[in-house]
């Protein structure tokens, strides 16, 4: 039975502990919150011990999870990796680039499992294409959220684009060569609403556009290469392939049209979207990876990457303001 250790029961940490209740071979030893209502709350709706001291509750389990504000990251992290702790921490793995690059060598050394949170990994319209050859050549991505107070302790960047950076890194597999950034603050005092291109070295180019002071939700992804479209829409769980007809093409709506170099067959698909609950998903990948001791799906290293990248794009917005 695999201890597990929540910090952090607010908004996003109620859905861990109530995904955790339902996973097996895990038992929830307590939690911790400094919100003294919250956690009365808590303790008595889960019927899970509250802890005011961090390191006690550490002292008792096998893994953390932690779902605090960004700006304890590093504190909690450092802590359960000195302790001999497994740790899951929501994105952004840290707060500035120092703590991440401290935390990338802490877990280095460590040999212990880490995973940074990037739900939208376990996406069921993401995954629908898991046995897709990804090769994409051009990238456009939209996120768009309505305003909400609650997550501008970050910048749009750190808050909602660094999902994108994330999969589009995982899906490149690439060294950026340029990254050119506009970005406005309107509601908060960090960046509202931002427009990115990253270029990369072996050609590919994505365009990413984020606002969380939109008045429609929207998290869509457009992938272009050699012969094939593919859309993703995170929101609506739908995916979408449309490319040049292959021979064996299974469940796919196929259409003629004329072109320069004569007549081409095109095919349209709706890959079989499974209907899963991306938070349960991932936190059940932390426990697989600690019990067959294997890697976590999103790594410490996916983690500091796409942070770093979104660093590079908050540097090239305050470049443009000062």
Same mark, same amino acid.
């Given at each position: 039975m695999l201890k597990i250790a929540v910090f952090g029961a607010g908004h996003l940490g109620k859905f861990h502990l109530n995904n955790w209740q339902e $996973?097996? +071979? @895990?038992? $929830? @030893?307590?939690f911790f919150d400094p919100n003294e209502q919250n956690a009365q709350l808590v303790s008595e709706k889960y019927k899970l011990k509250r802890f005011i001291h961090p390191e006690e509750l550490m002292d008792l389990c096998d893994a953390v999870d932690i779902v605090a504000p960004t700006i304890n990251h590093f504190e909690l992290c450092d802590m359960a990796l000195r302790k001999g702790k497994h740790v899951f921490v929501e994105k952004p793995l /840290?707060?500035? *680039?120092? +703590? /991440?690059?401290? =935390? @990338?060598k802490l877990a280095k050394e460590s040999n212990l499992k880490f995973q940074v949170g990037h739900v939208e990994r376990f996406n069921p319209a993401f995954l629908a294409l898991k046995n897709y050859d990804l090769q994409p050549m051009f990238i456009e991505v939209h996120r768009l959220a309505q305003f909400n107070p609650r997550g501008t302790d970050v910048s749009v960047i750190l808050d909602l684009m660094i999902h994108d950076i994330d999969i589009i890194l995982h899906l490149v597999k690439s060294n950026v060569s340029h990254i050119s950034a506009n970005g406005v603050a309107v509601m908060s005092d960090t960046p509202d609403i931002a427009n990115v291109r990253i270029e990369f070295d072996n050609g590919c180019v994505a365009n990413l556009t984020s606002s969380r002071?939109? $008045?429609?939700? *929207?998290?869509? *992804?457009? =992938?272009?290469q050699k012969d094939a479209y593919i859309g993703i829409d995170f929101l609506e769980k739908k995916t979408e392939v449309i490319k040049l007809n292959q021979p064996g093409d299974k469940n796919v709506f196929t259409f003629d049209i004329e072109t320069n170099h004569g007549k081409k067959t095109i095919a349209i698909a709706n890959p079989p979207i499974e209907e899963v609950n991306a938070i349960k998903m991932e936190l059940e990948a932390f426990r697989n990876a600690i019990l067959n001791n294997t890697e976590t799906p999103v790594t410490i290293l996916d983690g500091f990457g796409a942070m770093e990248v979104a660093h590079q794009i908050l540097e090239k917005i305050n470049d443009k303001q000062h």
């Open positions: $996973i097996i +071979e @895990v038992e $929830i @030893v307590g /840290a707060n500035t *680039m120092e +703590e /991440a690059r401290t =935390l @990338v002071i939109s $008045i429609k939700k *929207m998290r869509k *992804m457009r =992938l272009f």
